[in-house]
Structures are given as structure tokens and as C-alpha cells.
């Protein structure tokens, strides 16, 4: 009998976690089941897919088939090295496990192929989940920000963050003091810390009215 060693060992891999990942409603009983519990052929795609439709709906085979496809395509295309900051990778690890993705490239299918709408729930609530976590770095944290700005407040963030830094340098310059915490000090002194602290302060309250300038 003629058998497709690339498919077998694709689902030896990953036919568990597409189980897995498929609701009652995929299965023709209505039951969730897992590798052990079903009977198939495994020697060609086709096949499996013929013993796989007493189990589970056509959407669900079909979605199995596409992942299939996105798999060997890159088999077939090889695999470039690409340059990401170790923050950016740890996102992209984390968005990876939620969406249930076998390697980092298909994590990018997932966000990216037409082959893997299927599971754009999925995609959503990982990325939703992703948004509430942070990261470490400073960078990476105004940025994931920034872009959920429109221009003219990214302006506004650029400027503030220019006044941050030359009223912070004013400050170095004129502080003679070496004791205690005199970076929590200074920090407590700035109008523009405060400011922003104070309404959230004033948020938290409930109170979400502009305040007036001091005449």
C-alpha cells in the first residue's frame, strides 16, 4: 500500500492538537474525542480524510487540510533566519501557545494566511490576551502603545515625552543632593508626573471631567 511519510509524521505531531482544538460542534456525535478514541487510515491524506469524516464535519476536515497544505508549502520553501529583540519573540512564543500553533512559523500563518481564517476567534482572543500582558522594556512598552494611537495624539505623546526628558535634565543639572532617594524626590516634583498621576487618581474616582487651567 502506497503511504505518504510526510503526512504520517505531520500527524503523528499534530493530529491530537487539531482534535484538541475542535469544538463539540465539529463532531458528528457532538462528543469531544482525541487521537485514541478514533480509527483511521493514516497512509495518505486521502484516505485519512474519508475515515475522519465518520468522526468529524466537513469544515473540520477541510480546516485540517488547510493547515496540511500551509505545512508542506513551507517544507517546500525552506526556512530563512529572520532578526526579532528578545521581547517581540517572547510575544510571539506566548501568541503561539494560545492559538495551539506547532512552530513559530505557523504562529505566523495563523495572523497571516488566508488558509487559517478558520480560527480568527482564536487569533483575536490570543492577541486581546497578549494586549493585558506586559513585557519587559521600556521600548516595547510605548510602542505596543503608541500604535494604538492616531497621529496626532503619537504627536502629542512625542512631545510629551521630549518634555519629560528636558525637564528630567534640568533637574540632574541642579540637583546637588546625594542622599536618601533624590530620584523618587525629583520625581514626586515634577508637574508632569503629577499631573498625569493625579488624573488617574481622579479616573479611578469616577471623575472624568477636564480640569480647569489656574488662572
Not at 512625542?158 to 524626590?185: C, D, H, M, V
Amino acid at each position: 500500500m502506497k503511504e505518504d511519510k510526510i503526512w504520517q509524521d505531520y500527524l503523528s505531531k499534530n493530529l491530537d492538537k487539531f482534535l484538541n482544538g475542535l469544538t463539540e460542534n465539529d463532531f458528528i456525535d457532538g462528543e469531544k474525542l482525541n487521537s485514541s478514541d478514533i480509527e483511521i487510515d493514516k497512509s495518505i491524506p486521502k484516505n485519512t480524510y474519508i475515515s475522519l469524516r465518520k468522526y468529524i464535519n466537513q469544515e473540520a476536515i477541510k480546516s485540517l487540510q488547510n493547515r496540511f497544505r500551509a505545512h508542506k508549502h513551507r517544507q517546500k520553501t525552506g526556512i530563512k533566519n529572520i532578526q526579532l529583540k528578545e521581547t517581540y519573540l517572547t510575544m510571539l512564543e506566548k501568541f503561539k501557545i494560545s492559538v495551539g500553533a506547532e512552530t513559530l512559523e505557523e504562529a505566523l500563518d495563523f495572523l497571516l494566511s488566508p488558509d487559517y481564517r478558520d480560527y480568527e476567534h482564536d487569533v483575536n482572543q490570543a492577541k486581546a490576551q497578549l494586549a493585558e500582558d506586559s513585557f519587559n522594556g521600556t521600548e516595547v512598552m510605548i510602542d505596543s502603545f503608541a500604535k494604538r494611537l492616531k497621529n496626532h495624539d503619537r504627536e502629542r505623546l512625542s512631545l510629551i515625552i521630549e518634555l519629560a526628558f528636558n525637564e528630567g535634565w534640568g533637574s540632574a543639572k541642579q540637583s546637588k543632593k546625594r542622599t536618601g532617594n533624590p530620584r523618587k524626590e525629583a520625581l514626586s516634583q515634577s508637574d508632569l508626573y503629577n499631573s498625569v498621576v493625579n488624573l488617574i487618581a481622579r479616573g479611578n474616582n469616577g471623575d472624568y471631567s477636564i480640569p480647569q487651567e489656574k488662572r
